[in-house]
């Protein structure tokens, strides 16, 4: 199962009005593509949207008011089943480059050359000795899944819409949390930075499951990077889905 990031109001996350890079890609090459939800089934999209819809606005509502307190006030955003969204899919791949790249740069230690696609992140050392620590550190080495669409930055434990209760934290925080690595990394502008998402990945043209570790991992950071862009301008969460 792949790794996809969105950008877009919930109700419209939850409703399945939107598709992935692969589906767009296969309807742009005439290729037959099923979404296959974590429980195994055929993703849903006669979903009730207004009842989606009112079901999260009751949930953000919950959610602002244990947020809030009488230094921080949080304004809700809007949730329907039009507003734009953005997507693109780092993979797993990408994805555990940027948990890798997090733990050396926090640790001070050594980047890797090479990134093998199947390999775990959670096997790495550095990985493994910063976990342990129950602080916040970045949104990727805390298992961050939602980044709901306010500036403060702050990371806490909560509910999906759904039930299932996961750590999520703020599109300001992970801003926040990329500024460093790209501070700390390659100290790019944005202009490099967007140019990241057309970089050859590949380390060995015999060997495409193997990755050039600083490309992937600028590959995936420019990807969470246009979507931190896009939920800054349309006020709109952030979340992982796979």
Same mark, same amino acid.
């Given at each position: ?52 819809? #009112? ?9 602002? #008011?244990?947020?809030?307190?009488? &230094? ?8 329907? @089943? ?24 926090? #640790? ?15 096997? @790495? ?61 390659? @100290? ?20 495409? &499951?193997?990755?050039?570790? &600083? ?28």
């Amino acid at each position: 199962m792949g790794l996809d990031l969105y950008a877009g109001t919930l109700t419209r996350y939850y409703t399945r009005n939107w598709k992935t890079a692969v589906q767009q890609w296969s309807e742009q090459n005439n290729v037959r593509c099923e979404i296959i939800t974590p429980d195994g089934e055929l993703g849903n999209e006669n979903i009730d949207a207004e009842e989606v819809q #009112s079901s999260t606005e009751l949930w953000m509502e919950a959610l602002i #008011s244990g947020l809030s307190n009488e &230094d921080i006030f949080l304004k809700p955003w809007e949730e329907n @089943n039009e507003k734009e969204y953005y997507t693109d899919k780092p993979d797993w791949a990408g994805y555990g480059a940027l948990v890798i790249l997090s733990a050396c740069l926090y #640790s001070g230690k050594e980047v890797p050359k090479l990134y093998e696609k199947f390999s775990d992140w959670n096997d @790495n050392l550095i990985v493994q000795d910063l976990v342990k620590e129950e602080s916040y550190i970045n949104s990727f080495l805390n298992g961050i899944e939602m980044w709901v669409p306010f500036e403060e930055c702050m990371s806490f434990s909560y509910i999906f819409p759904t039930g299932k209760e996961a750590n999520m934290s703020t599109v300001g925080q992970l801003e926040s949390d990329l500024q460093y690595i790209n501070k700390m990394r390659w @100290n790019a502008d944005e202009e490099t930075i967007l140019s990241w998402f057309d970089i050859e990945m590949v380390s060995d043209e015999s060997n495409e &499951d193997v990755f050039d570790f &600083d490309a992937l991992s600028r590959f995936a950071y420019c990807i969470f990077y246009k979507a931190v862009l896009f939920a800054k301008e349309n006020k709109v969460p952030i979340r992982l889905d796979y």
